[in-house]
């Protein structure tokens, strides 16, 4: 229980208790020991879970709202993945103090993104610690169209949404005490989940995965389930100015490739539908571009801009790796 002037029950009432929009498959939500759900038939339930913790997934200072948005938006991504639709969310808070301002701003940045995506808080937990959230959400797909991590096939192009590597310089910037950028630092501190994306290649992509890792290590999880390697034209990834300007002054692909939290899909698609991705990034209003071609040998091939494979100091953040 979060000890102070007012109960645990009282702030789980005040602010979390009608985050999200209704749903008429909420049976019970926040309030009773357990939430009642009900999964439509035909359906498949999708469920995934993140702890952000504080000084590890965020900084100290971070914003409360971005905190909220972002501790959902993190787990709507890997509902995204599978090409499923966001239905329900459980959150577990630890808190060193109660702090009504910041608990507001919280719920605000959780609730807001929330109701965009039709998502209801049916139950959670606060408890008093070391500042860290935990958000659990549960999907809906139709049962056995769901796009997994061990379908691509050889042949396969590699496809990515949006840019690569902001929100891993917008963290070595915070970092340094230097100046960011606002649109840079919204790429680390509230990302947008690709939802309508993910849901609209169920049936046109083999395989796919959220890049939270960097692509690197992330597409190496796709080669791994699926048996196959990977060939990846380092001169065909999508980057910002910012981004671009980095690699240029400091010969270094780490930030598209391996720095973490850019919340982008990657994908595989058999050739024969380039033409329809590409129409499609112009109705989703998301760039999406060809960086790679799936490959019958195992590994994966970096090749730099004259052609030559490319070393990657980094394959990716490991939270049991000596990674910083």
Not at 34 to 49: T, W
Not at 108 to 136: I, M, P
Not at 193 to 198: E, Q
Not at 293 to 312: K, S, V
Request: net charge negative.
């Amino acid at each position: 229980m979060v000890e102070g002037s007012r109960s645990e029950f009282d702030l789980i009432g005040r602010f979390f208790a009608d985050l999200g929009p209704p749903r008429a498959d909420v049976l019970l939500g926040v309030g009773d020991d357990c939430a009642l759900l009900e999964v439509p038939a035909g359906l498949s339930l999708a469920v995934s879970i993140d702890t952000l913790v504080a000084g590890i997934h965020f900084l100290h200072d971070c914003d409360a709202e971005a905190l909220g948005h972002k501790s959902l938006a993190v787990g709507l991504s890997d509902l995204a993945a599978m090409g499923a639709a966001p239905a329900w969310a459980t959150l577990a808070l630890t808190l060193p103090e109660r702090d009504d301002d910041w608990l507001a701003a919280f719920a605000c940045g959780f609730g807001d993104l929330a109701q965009t995506y039709g998502v209801r808080l049916v139950g959670g937990d606060t408890t008093r610690g070391s500042l860290s959230v935990t958000v659990q959400v549960h999907g809906l797909v139709r049962t056995g169209t769901a796009v997994r991590r061990d379908g691509a096939r050889p042949g396969d192009i590699v496809w990515v949404s949006g840019t690569l590597g902001d929100a891993g310089l917008a963290l070595r910037l915070m970092r340094e005490g230097g100046p960011v950028d606002p649109a840079l630092r919204a790429r680390l501190e509230r990302p947008d989940p690709r939802v309508a994306l993910g849901s609209a290649l169920r049936g046109i992509a083999t395989a796919m995965i959220d890049l939270s890792d960097g692509l690197a290590g992330d597409l190496g999880h796709i080669l791994a389930a699926s048996g196959l390697g990977a060939e990846v034209d380092l001169t065909a990834l999508p980057l910002s100015p910012a981004v671009a300007s980095r690699i240029v002054s400091e010969g270094d692909w780490a930030l598209p490739l391996s720095s973490g939290d850019d919340y982008e899909l990657c994908f595989c698609v058999p050739s024969e539908h380039s033409a329809l991705i590409a129409s499609m990034a112009t109705g989703l209003g998301c760039a999406l571009t060809a960086v790679g071609r799936i490959r019958a040998e195992p590994g994966l091939i970096l090749r730099g801009p004259n052609g030559t494979p490319t070393r990657l100091s980094s394959a990716g953040y490991d939270h049991f790796s000596n990674n910083t």
